[in-house]
């Protein structure tokens, strides 16, 4: 399992809300569980993100001060969790 710091590490990215958050799967803004990281790209799911149940969402910073959870707080966070190597 990972953690919110693990994937800010890993991602380089700032994050919002409790280090040791664990991720264990994903989902979309809508229909993510407890536990589940999602991300908001598209402004066209803004409203979507207050209903959320996932644990962290990535996004801009634009959008962090909405985010009801932990957030990984990105430039594009489309792509900013692709892997790296």
């Known amino acids: ?3 919110l710091k693990d994937l800010a590490d890993r991602f380089g990215l700032d994050f919002r ?3 040791d958050t664990f991720i264990t799967g994903i989902g979309t803004l809508a229909d993510a569980q ?3 990281l ?3 790209a598209n402004s066209k ?4 993100l207050a209903n959320t ?3 962290v969402v990535v996004l801009s910073e634009a959008d962090a ?3 009801p959870c932990a957030c990984l707080v990105s430039g ?3 792509t900013s969790c692709h892997r790296r190597d």
Do not use: V
Request: proline share 8%; net charge negative.
């Open 76 to 78: 594009n966070p489309y």
């Open 53 to 55: 149940r996932a644990s």
């Open 38 to 40: 999602a991300f908001l």
């Open 65 to 67: 001060d909405a985010c």
């Open 45 to 48: 799911y803004n409203a979507q």
């Open 17 to 19: 809300g409790d280090a």
């Open 34 to 36: 407890p536990g589940q």
């Open 1 to 3: 399992m990972l953690t």
